[in-house]
C-alpha cells in the first residue's frame, strides 16, 4: 500500500531564515505530487504540483518554491520566510486514474 | 465567487441524528467529486467519492446533482466520532482538486 511521509511535523523559523520542507511516498511509481498550504481557519491552498521529476506547475506567485529530484520525492523551499508564510503544510500523492488525492500527516510552520 | 463553497457552520447535533451537508461548484467542466474529513489539526482523509448516480458508504451517502451543480453529504445515525471539518472537493480536471472551506460538524451527547 502506499504510504506519503512528510518531516518536520512542527517547525518554528524566524522571518527571514530558509525553509526546506521533504515529503516522500512509498508504494507508488511516477505518482503526481502536490504541496497545499492551509492557514489557520482557513482552506486548503494549492502551491505546486509535479507530474514527474523536474516538472513543476505553480499556482500562486510567492516567495515559495518547489522541486522534484527523485520520482518519489517532494520538497519545498524558501530562501527567506515571511510571515505570512505560516501554516499547516500538506503534501499529497494522487491517484492519476481515480483523481482522488492523499495527504501526508503535514508541517505546521509558525514564522516568528 | 468561490469555485467550491459550502456553509462553514458549524453544525452542533445531538447524538444519532442524521445531518445533511451541501456544497455548489462553479466550473461546469468538473468530472470528479469528492468528500474529506479532517480531524483538528490532523491532515485531510479521503471520505468517499462521489458518483453521478449517487453512492452509500454505510452511514454516509453522497449525491450529485450536475444540472444544479450541487453536491450532498448526508450522515445517518451519527456518532461522536464523526465530530470533523467536512471539506467538499472538485476536480476541474488536469488532476487537481479544489476544495471547499469545509463544514465543521460537533456531535454532542
Known amino acids: 500500500s502506499q504510504t506519503i511521509h512528510q518531516w518536520p511535523a512542527t517547525l518554528v523559523q524566524p522571518v527571514g531564515s530558509p525553509l526546506s520542507l521533504e515529503c516522500t511516498v512509498e508504494?507508488?511509481?511516477?505518482?503526481?505530487l502536490y504541496w497545499y498550504r492551509q492557514a489557520a481557519g482557513r482552506g486548503l491552498q494549492l502551491l505546486f504540483y509535479?507530474?514527474?521529476?523536474?516538472?513543476i506547475s505553480s499556482e500562486v506567485p510567492q516567495n515559495l518554491s518547489a522541486s522534484r529530484p527523485q520520482d518519489r520525492q517532494f520538497i519545498l523551499s524558501s530562501k527567506k520566510l515571511l510571515l505570512s508564510d505560516s501554516g499547516f503544510y500538506l503534501c499529497?500523492?494522487?491517484?492519476?486514474?481515480?483523481?482522488?488525492?492523499?495527504f501526508g500527516p503535514g508541517t505546521r510552520l509558525t514564522v516568528t | 465567487r468561490k469555485e467550491v463553497e459550502q456553509d462553514p457552520g458549524p453544525f452542533n447535533v445531538p447524538e444519532g441524528a442524521t445531518v445533511a451537508f451541501n456544497c455548489t461548484y462553479s466550473?461546469?467542466?468538473?468530472?470528479?467529486f469528492f468528500w474529506y474529513r479532517q480531524d483538528c489539526r490532523k491532515e485531510p482523509k479521503l471520505l468517499m467519492s462521489?458518483?453521478?448516480s449517487g453512492n452509500e458508504d454505510g452511514r454516509f451517502t453522497a449525491q450529485l446533482n450536475r444540472a444544479s451543480q450541487y453536491i450532498s453529504l448526508l450522515i445517518r445515525d451519527s456518532k461522536l466520532s464523526d465530530s470533523a471539518t467536512y471539506l467538499c472537493?472538485?476536480?476541474?480536471?488536469?488532476?487537481?482538486?479544489?476544495f471547499g472551506q469545509g463544514t465543521r460538524l460537533t456531535i454532542n451527547p
Open positions: 499529497a500523492w494522487g491517484n492519476a486514474l481515480l483523481g482522488e488525492q492523499y
Open positions: 508504494g507508488t511509481s511516477n505518482p503526481n
Open positions: 509535479s507530474v514527474g521529476i523536474g516538472q
Open positions: 466550473n461546469s467542466a468538473s468530472q470528479s
Open positions: 462521489v458518483y453521478s
Open positions: 472537493v472538485a476536480s476541474p480536471g488536469a488532476q487537481k482538486l479544489v
